[in-house]
């Protein structure tokens, strides 16, 4: 059979295909923990490994045979091909731990929950069987990839790809985040950034932004809540469901067919931020709308007194943080159902206040010593998108519906006062003193049950900080406590308590005793105090507080400066006059750093999880009411920190001024505990524009003339106007609108400024050259640009006739900033580099008016022939173009009569208007039947007097020209070779000779 060669090919292609692949299926390994046949550099046992890089290939598996749940450690990256981890298993046996970043190939299956520096698939497809966490690094999907789990990340962006499916939730607490095509989230999504659903694309639980905008693209649809501080768009033929809140009150926009269940501007929740272009009447507003918290947190001590009761809290939690730090503040009223054995609870059905939480108390007086209790939550009237969580102390949560505390008949508890029972304490100010509590030595009466007390007077108590968040301590023990003399106590990590410091305390007869604490750290931290049985002491005392947060007193900026060379330092000018920071635009450098009242760095600041980052904010000085510009790269990720402070040097502002920066936490909570606004920068500037551009170029030719139909030449000698639009821009190409009044360091209505120049040929026109002459320019500044300002010229004449020129005039602008042009497109002398911005082409030619001599009867008005002409080149041409030189009657003189004829008979009947380069002068006959001849000269200059061949010559009493045309620059040789003549013409009427000959005369009209 005769196989045509493109199908030869073909097969030959398929068949190395199916070579290769055997090959591929051939090399894979089934890598098996514990064992080994564990990957090349992994160790380890019993449930616990640790490796270094590690790479599947295509085929490949990596198997859980020994203890699970296990945990694997990869100090570096982990790639994988079409390959399989913990085929068969769950999520909850593996935990994949790496340090670097993740890439997935095209149709990996992972069953796993994987924290990692970053995660990228490349190909799609791939299926996770648990949650992604990240630090600060990206989270980007493929198309068709599924997580059976939620998406988290600090600061990084997350992108779920075009049909792809997250079953969890989605959150990012400062980065962007982006829902592909068709893609389905069936959680919440969380966003610090900017929050982008593309065009068929599925949310089932809520949009919650910062600051970022919400864009619900076209045909997407959202089950849940949708709320932002920022702008919120539902793109044409978009669904949502629910409430659409703007929390600032910017603009919510509905596109056409959208379709919208309520919606909620600020604080008293109108619909007056709604753009609605849809074709439905307005939505009403959510009026108070309850948005769906994504689970609820149940806290208990882990340790409690049987004297006294303990503090059931239960938080709503808005987003996935766990511990909560973003309370769901619209439950207010919204209740939920507590149960316990053995104890009491102070309420079983609980209600929310405006802050999220449910507090009542658990009593068990007759618990014995170990005794242990249980709280169970169920029954929430506004059910969340994820399960319940235990957090033990209000750390370490899990997923639970049930928290339980173990009792103790003796114990320290940290009360607010010497008869209360344990107090919550508030969030707190890095290096301030908190105020005075009770440290409440207690023991349980065997017969009452009541409360005594344990301890009196002088004794030594041993105390301890716990870090929960972030979950070690900083270098120093940062913590004092003052029960009479400040105290530095142990700091210990998250793991355990186990190092304790010694405080002299004073207690009173029911074994109180006052004490403050400060902490010269931020984070989130637990205080511990025990002492051991001896003497009277019969039982050993221990107690902790509440986890409670600590927060910077202070975020200062400094180190302000140029990023690239030559670093020049902010000069922080006080006014328009003042020194010159960069350019709009341009980047520079900034250091953050979190203090204490004290203004000491904390060093904890950007290690808590996730990180806590910053936003540093411009504030407006100058000019006054101008436009408050945008700061690039703003929002500091929290990773970026250490030893309390971030430097960053992409900064880059947007406009012309000066400015101030404040710093605030970058999403407006830290650690749930509030706001941080730190004092405000020094100022920052001068910025000055980046370059300006040239827009709306025009040239009106022959500008003194009133032209119609408009000119197309300039006469060398005669003025033009240049007319154009400047706008001063920053480093983008974005227009700085505050270039205005004394910002605006290019005064456009001086000529000089705009460093015009020209070239026809190889003739330039310019000052140098002397071949240009300026006049006046008009312009002024406003929003950052100068709105056709118009620049007099004229290319002057040379000595001897040039030209026709077709000559390209541009400029080149610098302010006294040294801001000039953005680029340049013509040269200004011949064979040199470009160096103006083209405004336009203007033809020039060197042009004379001719008036010639003329005979004809008495009785009749004498025409006399005018012409404009210009030199070719070779010869004077007729100027064909020239339809608007006109010469008045008063530039016109007459003289040298001759014959008969008088004064009274000299005068023009009209001025002289050229069409087409020719024109005629008029001039009346002579009354009384008188004949004879005169001279006629105009004055084409700017007085009166004729510069005629004429001169020396004075014309009657009543026949001098009375002003000038203002057209020397249509002067000609006519009697030397300088162009400097008035043209001249000698008027004949009526002669004898022509009378006597006169056979037939026809008057046409």
Known sequence: MNTPPLLRTLLRLASSAALVLCAMAAQAVDYKFPGANMPPGCSGKQGDYVCGDVTLAYGDTLTINGQK???????????????????????????????????????????????????????????????????????????????????????????????????????????????????????????????????????????????????????????????????????QNAVASSCVTSTSSSSITLDYQSSVNSVCCGTSCSNSCVVNNSNSKMPPACSGAVATPDHYELSLPTSSISCLPSTVTVTACSNATSPCTNPSTSLSGATATLATTGASLGATTITFNSKGVATTTLSYPAAGQGAVASVTLSGESTAATSPRQCCPDGVKCAVANSCSTTFSTAGFIVSASTTGSAATLPAQTAGTASGTYYLRAVQTNTSTGACTGALSGSNTVNWAYQCNNPTTCSAGNLMSVNGGASTAITGNPNTAVSGYSSVAMTFDGNGNAPFTF???????????????????????????????????????????????????????????????????????????????????????????????????????????????????????????????????????YSEVGIVTLSASIADGNY????????????????????????????????????????????????????????????????????????????DPTTASNWNIAGLGGTTAFSAASDRLSLGTATGSWSNGIAKAVAVTASATRATTPDGPFNAAFGIAPTDSDGVAMSAFDMASASGGVNDRATVASVPLRFGRLRLSSAVGPADRALPLPVTAQYWSGSTWDTNTLDSCTTVPTTAVNFGNLMRTITAADTAA???????????????????????????????????????????????????????????????????GSTYGNDPSARATFGQQSTQQNLVYRRENY
């Open 909 to 975: 009947v009209g001025a002289i208007t050229l069409a087409g380069g020719t024109g005629l002068l008029k001039l009346a006959a002579p009354a009384a039947g008188r004949v004879g001849t005169y001279d006629v000269a105009l004055s084409l200059g700017s007085a009166a007097a004729d510069a005629s061949c004429l001169q020396p010559w004075t014309p009657a009493t009543g026949d001098a020209a009375s002003a000038g045309a203002n057209l020397a620059y249509l002067r000609g040789a006519w009697c």
């Open 69 to 235: 749940p296990a945990t694997i450690t990869i100090k570096g990256t982990l790639t994988t091909d079409t390959s399989t981890i913990n085929e068969g298993g769950t999520a909850s046996d593996l935990t994949l731990v790496v340090t670097g970043a993740v890439t997935l190939g095209y149709k990996a299956v992972v069953n796993a929950n994987i924290t990692a520096g970053s995660v990228i698939d490349k190909k799609g497809q791939v299926t996770i069987g648990g949650s992604i966490t990240t630090t600060t690094g990206d989270i980007t999907l493929d198309y068709q990839t599924t997580v059976v789990g939620s998406i988290t990340t600090g600061s990084g962006a997350i992108t779920v790809g075009q049909s792809g499916s997250v079953a969890g939730d989605v959150v990012s607490k400062t980065g962007s985040i982006a829902i592909g095509y068709a893609a389905t989230v069936k959680g919440a999504v969380t966003g610090g950034g900017n929050v982008k659903l593309d065009q068929n694309s599925v949310v089932t639980g809520s949009i919650t932004g910062s600051t970022g905008s919400v864009a619900v693209g076209y045909a997407a649809k959202v089950t849940g809540a949708i709320s932002s501080a920022g702008t919120i768009t539902v793109a």
């Open 671 to 746: 650690l749930g505990a509030g706001n941080v606004t730190g004092t405000a920068s020094a100022n920052v500037g001068r910025f000055f524009p980046a370059k300006f551009s040239l827009s709306a170029p025009s040239v009106t030719h022959r500008s003194g003339l009133t032209c119609a139909p408009a000119s197309t030449f300039t006469h060398l000698g005669e003025n033009f106007n240049l007319v154009f639009t400047l706008t001063a821009q920053n480093v983008a190409g974005a227009t700085t609108a505050n270039y205005v009044g004394a910002f605006a360091k290019l």
């Open 518 to 652: 400060t902490y010269a750290d931020v984070g989130q931290v637990t205080l511990y105090a025990s002492k051991s049985a001896s003497g009277s002491l019969l039982s050993n005392l221990s107690g902790s507080s509440n986890a409670f947060v600590v927060k910077p007193a202070n975020l200062v900026i400094g180190n302000l400066k140029q990023t690239a060379a030559p670093n020049l330092a902010n000069p922080a000018a006080a006014g328009a006059a003042g020194a010159k920071f960069i350019k709009a635009g341009e980047s520079f450098t900034a250091t953050v750093t979190a203090q204490t009242s004290g203004g000491v760095a904390t060093p904890n600041f950007g290690r808590e999880s996730p990180a806590e980052g910053v936003l540093l904010t411009p504030t407006l000085v100058l000019p006054a009411g101008g436009s408050t510009g945008t700061l690039s790269n703003a929002s500091i990720a929290g990773g970026t920190f250490a030893s309390g402070s971030a430097t960053v040097n992409t900064l880059a």
